[in-house]
């Protein structure tokens, strides 16, 4: 029992979120940008109509990465705690919802946010977009062990070669899993990043062997005007769902780097 930390003491710190886009090619044109799918180049330009309507943004927490006794209810006292362990750290606890570490902690706010390519900020890659309406979380010290986004609706207007095309992708959420520890620290320096790439939406990617490319099933209905949604082009509506569900494509955190705090 000498081994065993006990996390009772309700101790929870605020921690700010950058939520943000960008994309990969180093200029300040977020709304302007080249991609290539089954070797042939397409310009693409996102109109300012476009908007995302966020529903919530929330993260689970775990605790440090040691075995711990930690409470089946947040009411209990350490006597009757039981022992939990987290490996590895970005699997939530199961654990009651009124634990502070069954609990989810709330990052943004509910909110339709248009302009989302307007350079408004910077960060390693160069230009971004810094979304509002990020709030700040009481969180209990630990590890970020999963982010979740949840929205209404992402409408999209682009311009593709000249073509017009409109994208409506209703209710969704996606879960983000940390690729290294994102502590929730004492002294915490910095904002926790998220990173959403809109570009990275219409990249080619191959799955289990097979290409999947949305730029090239678009280019078969042009020239002309294109609609995609639930139920007009379904492929190219789904290809574009399965993007957006994919690790690390559209939603990400930052890659670790030594000395730099996530």
């Not at 939406?201 to 062997?209: A, E, I, M, N, Q």
Request: hydrophobic share 35%.
């Amino acid at each position: 029992m000498q081994n065993l930390i006990f996390f009772n003491n309700n101790q929870t710190i605020a921690v700010g979120t950058n939520l943000r886009s960008y994309d990969d090619q180093a200029d300040d044109n977020l709304n302007q940008f080249s991609l290539t799918s089954n070797a042939v180049g397409y310009n693409i330009t996102i109109q300012s109509s476009s908007y995302i309507q966020w529903e919530t943004g929330t993260y689970r927490i775990n605790p440090p990465n040691q075995t711990l006794g930690v409470s089946a209810t947040a009411s209990e006292k350490s006597s009757t705690a039981t022992v939990k362990t987290h490996t590895p750290y970005t699997v939530p606890l199961d654990l009651p919802a009124d634990d502070l570490y069954g609990k989810t902690y709330p990052f943004l706010s509910a909110s339709t946010v248009s302009n989302i390519t307007q350079f408004n900020s910077t960060m390693e890659t160069g230009a971004s977009f810094l979304y509002p309406s990020t709030r700040i979380s009481n969180m209990p010290l630990g590890v970020v062990a999963v982010a979740n986004v949840s929205w209404e609706e992402v409408y999209i207007r682009m311009d593709v070669g000249g073509n017009d095309i409109t994208i409506l992708l209703p209710q969704g959420n996606k879960s983000i899993t940390p690729k290294c520890k994102i502590p929730v620290k004492n002294g915490r320096s910095g904002n926790i990043e998220i990173l959403m790439s809109l570009s990275s939406l219409f990249k080619d990617r191959t799955v289990s062997g097979t290409p999947v490319r949305f730029l090239q099933q678009l280019s078969l209905l042009l020239p002309g005007t294109v609609v995609i949604s639930k139920v007009s082009n379904i492929p190219l509506y789904n290809i574009l769902q399965q993007n957006l569900q994919a690790e690390d494509i559209v939603f990400s955190f930052p890659g670790c780097f030594p000395g730099v705090e996530r």
